[in-house]
């Protein structure tokens, strides 16, 4: 069962709970429906690496464990809260390489690869100290505000 809720101090935050699966499909979409269309491919993907981490290596594909998405839109960005139920792991201090996972000779060569995957889709990723908890962001509109600071700072 999929449970949506909404923060009654700021209605921008919404909350999806979902029991853990490797079905995650419909899941993405409902978090991208908002968004521009042409963000959905990237996101999608790095939705779903994000929410398989947190099924597979979190709750353990345990179906009784469930899996709380918590996200907002803004006009500028989006972000995304990922919740499990896990035992939680030890984030890397430091964005996996493609060399660090690509150029294994074994079957390791896949641990890293979702990591390696966040960091390329999203402007924001951070763990919580427990690692139970991914906050994801995405930049939607480049602001130009930075920018014309730095020119008057120049000029």
Same mark, same amino acid.
């Given at each position: 069962? !999929? ?38 491919? $990237? ?21 009784? +464990? ?36 690509? $150029? +294994? ?15 390329? !889709?999203?402007?924001? !990723? ?30």
């Amino acid at each position: 069962m !999929v449970a949506f809720t909404f923060n009654s101090v700021n209605r921008r935050w919404r909350t999806l709970s979902f029991p853990s699966t490797l079905y995650l499909w419909p899941i993405t979409d409902l978090l991208l429906a908002d968004l521009p269309k042409d963000l959905h491919p $990237d996101l999608h993907i790095g939705l779903q690496e994000a929410l398989v981490n947190a099924a597979k290596h979190g709750n353990c594909l345990d179906p009784s +464990k469930t899996i709380r998405v918590q996200y907002c839109l803004t006009q500028r960005d989006c972000w995304w809260v990922i919740t499990d139920e896990g035992n939680g792991f030890a984030p890397p201090l430091t964005c996996p390489t493609r060399v660090s996972f690509l $150029d +294994k000779p074994d079957d390791s060569c896949e641990c890293g690869r979702g990591l390696y995957i966040l960091h390329q !889709v999203f402007d924001h !990723v951070r763990w919580n100290d427990a690692g139970t908890e991914l906050t994801l962001g995405k930049q939607l509109r480049k602001s130009i505000r930075p920018l014309l600071l730095a020119e008057w700072q120049l000029g």
